[in-house]
C-alpha cells in the first residue's frame, strides 16, 4: 500500500511563492510517476505537473510552465519518495486544493491515470 501526505500551502498575494510537497511511504519504488493535480470549487481535476520516475523527465500543464517547477528526492534507503512543487508568479486562478498523485507508470496526465492519491492540501492566491 502507498500512502502519500502532502504539506505545504497556505495563502500567498498574487505575484508571490508557495510550495508544497508529497512524502510518499509505503511500497512504492523509485520508478513511479510523481506529481501534482488540482481542483478548485466547482471545477474538475486538473494535471498540474508530474515527473516519471523511469525516465526523470517533467511535465508541465500550460498553465504553470514558466512558473512552477516539480522535482522529486528518492530515498531508497528509507523506501521513502518526496516530490516537490515550488509556485512563483502565483496568480489568483491557482487557487484550488492540490493534491499529490502517484502511479507505477506514467500512463498519461489524466486523473483516471493515478492509482494513489494524498489528501490535498489547500493553496489560496489573493488579489
Known amino acids: 500500500q502507498v500512502h502519500l501526505v502532502e504539506s505545504g500551502g497556505g495563502l500567498a498575494q498574487a505575484g508571490g511563492s508557495l510550495s508544497v510537497s508529497c512524502a510518499a511511504s509505503g511500497r512504492i519504488e523509485g520508478n513511479y510517476a510523481m506529481g501534482w493535480f488540482r481542483q478548485a470549487p466547482g471545477k474538475e481535476r486538473e494535471f498540474v505537473a508530474i515527473?516519471?520516475?523511469?525516465?526523470?523527465?517533467?511535465?508541465?500543464?500550460?498553465f504553470v510552465k514558466g512558473r512552477f517547477t516539480i522535482s522529486r528526492d528518492n530515498d531508497n534507503n528509507s523506501a521513502k519518495n518526496t516530490v516537490y512543487l515550488q509556485m512563483n508568479s502565483l496568480k489568483p486562478e491557482d487557487t484550488a486544493v492540490y493534491y499529490c498523485?502517484?502511479?507505477?507508470?506514467?500512463?498519461?496526465?489524466?486523473?483516471?491515470?493515478?492509482?494513489?492519491w494524498g489528501q490535498g492540501t489547500q493553496v489560496t492566491v489573493s488579489s
Open positions: 498523485a502517484a502511479n507505477p507508470v506514467l500512463l498519461g496526465v489524466g486523473p483516471g491515470a493515478y492509482t494513489y
Open positions: 515527473i516519471d520516475g523511469s525516465s526523470g523527465d517533467s511535465y508541465y500543464a500550460e
